[in-house]
């Protein structure tokens, strides 16, 4: 059965604190993984796309890496604008589209 | 890209009627999708609206709670009916072609009294 796990469901860091975020995904073939960043009461924003295992993608203090069971969303000395909900989602070739249940990031000033 | 027009981004509905749900895409695209998100909860699909052939509704999802409609490759509704405070969500439409990411309206948040 497909499925896409996010951890941890919660993480607080300190400003300047540097973490990751873990999405692990078991699907039939992956055409892709996306992160997008949630903020309250707003549609998902799109951050990254990530096709092929080892690839790499970064936007200022982020950075998305995948591999063939997992990706991983680095955060890099994280500010409170940073605090939102991150989710990761897959797309596969058997045509489905999946979402996590999203890791909640609050960045204490 | 795509831009999404969700409408309306918000109502506040009475028990026991339903509310349709307009979302408008600025190109032709094959997938659409319509999702519930409930206060402090990730997405969850209800179902997938595909142009020409009735929506794929997922499990828990039925078709006379969730009536959907495609009527062509830039326009969807989602009706939700005989609604209950237990409806209070914000739904989201979305759009991809599975080889690029997904893109959302803004959602419309609905209060069912």
């Known amino acids: 059965e497909d499925q896409v796990t996010q951890s941890p469901e919660a993480l607080r860091l300190q400003e300047g604190e540097s973490s990751s975020l873990n999405c692990s995904y078991t699907?039939?073939?992956?055409?892709?993984l996306f992160w997008y960043r949630q903020d309250p009461g707003k549609g998902p924003e799109f951050l990254f796309t990530l096709y092929s295992a080892g690839e790499e993608k970064e936007k200022e203090r982020l950075k998305a890496t995948l591999t063939k069971k997992e990706s991983f969303l680095h955060i890099t000395a994280p500010k409170p604008e940073d605090s939102a909900t991150y989710l990761c989602a897959v797309s596969t070739t058997g045509n489905q589209f999946y979402f996590g249940t999203g890791t909640s990031l609050t960045v204490i000033p | 890209s795509a831009v999404i027009s969700q409408k309306p981004s918000r109502d506040i509905c009475q028990r026991g009627t339903s509310l349709t749900i307009q979302c408008q895409v600025d190109s032709q695209v094959t997938m659409m999708f319509w999702y519930r998100q409930q206060p402090g909860q990730s997405l969850t699909l209800i179902a997938t609206?595909?142009?020409?052939?009735?929506?794929?509704?997922e499990s828990g999802f039925v078709i006379d709670k969730f009536p959907i409609s495609r009527p062509n490759l830039t326009f969807s509704t989602l009706t939700v009916s005989n609604m209950s405070p237990e409806d209070s969500s914000i739904y989201l439409c979305?759009?991809?072609?599975?080889?690029?990411?997904?893109?959302f309206g803004q959602g419309t948040r609905l209060t069912v009294v």
């Open positions: 699907v039939s073939g992956l055409r892709g």
């Open positions: 979305s759009v991809t072609d599975l080889n690029t990411e997904a893109f």
């Open positions: 609206a595909n142009q020409g052939s009735e929506a794929t509704y």
